[in-house]
Each structure stands twice: as C-alpha cells, then as structure tokens.
C-alpha cells in the first residue's frame, strides 16, 4: 500500500479538477474565437460597407479579436500551474519531513486575477 494514500489520491483528484477546469477555459476561448470569426464572415457578406463596419464594430467590440485567444493561452496557462503545482505537492507528500502550509500567495494571486476577470467582464456587459 502506498504511504499516505489518500492525501495522494486527494492531490490527484485537484489535479485532474484544475485540468478539467484549464480545457472549459480552452474551449471557451474556442468558442468565443469562432463566434468572431463567424460575425466577421457575416459582415462581409452583408456587402454594403457601412453595414460591413457595423456589425464588425459590433462583433469585435474593443476587445473581441483577443479575448478568446486570451481565453486560451489562459486555459493552457492554468493546466501548466496545475500541473507544477500537482508534481511539487507529490514531492512534499513524499517527503517525511513536516511542511507548513502557509504559502497561499499563489491561490491569492489567481483568487484576485478571477475576481478582477469577472468585475470587469461584469462591467463591460452592464456597459456595452
């Protein structure tokens, strides 16, 4: 029997979570990419130019050509960390040496980037 099996299969099933999460985020992006790309291709085949720059205006937004790519590189971002994060936890399972659990400063990071993500995609439907 492996030593400290349930804190091992506890850091696996997190880690397979934070990967489920990472390819939702992926596939968002994807989602969000085409869906531009597929009003684009609408607007030019509206044919009149005005109506061309209209409704490209209205399907890229300020931020519509980079938010799904952002989306995406943020999606692979988040499977990277995961995965760092699930080796360097499997080495301190390992280790018979005590560790504190003290540092957060990561979860923190990543809580404050989510909360400031969803302020602002909050704020620029309310606006937009």
Not at 56 to 65: D, F, K, V, W, Y
Not at 70 to 97: C, E, K, M, S, Y
């Amino acid at each position: 029997m492996i030593g400290g099996y349930s804190d091992h299969a506890a850091n696996e099933r997190t880690f397979l979570a934070w990967v489920r999460t990472g390819i939702a985020v992926i596939a968002f992006g994807f989602v969000i990419e085409k869906f531009n790309l597929f009003m684009l291709t609408l607007a030019q085949a509206a044919g009149d130019p005005s109506q061309h720059s209209r409704l490209a205006a209205l399907a890229s937004g300020r931020m519509g050509r980079y938010d799904g790519i952002a989306l995406i590189f943020g999606g692979v971002g988040l499977v990277v960390l995961a995965t760092t994060r699930f080796v360097r936890t499997t080495r301190l399972l390992d280790d018979p040496q005590m560790h504190s659990a003290s540092s957060v400063r990561t979860e923190l990071i990543l809580c404050s980037a989510l909360v400031l993500l969803v302020t602002s995609y909050s704020i620029y439907l309310a606006l937009g």
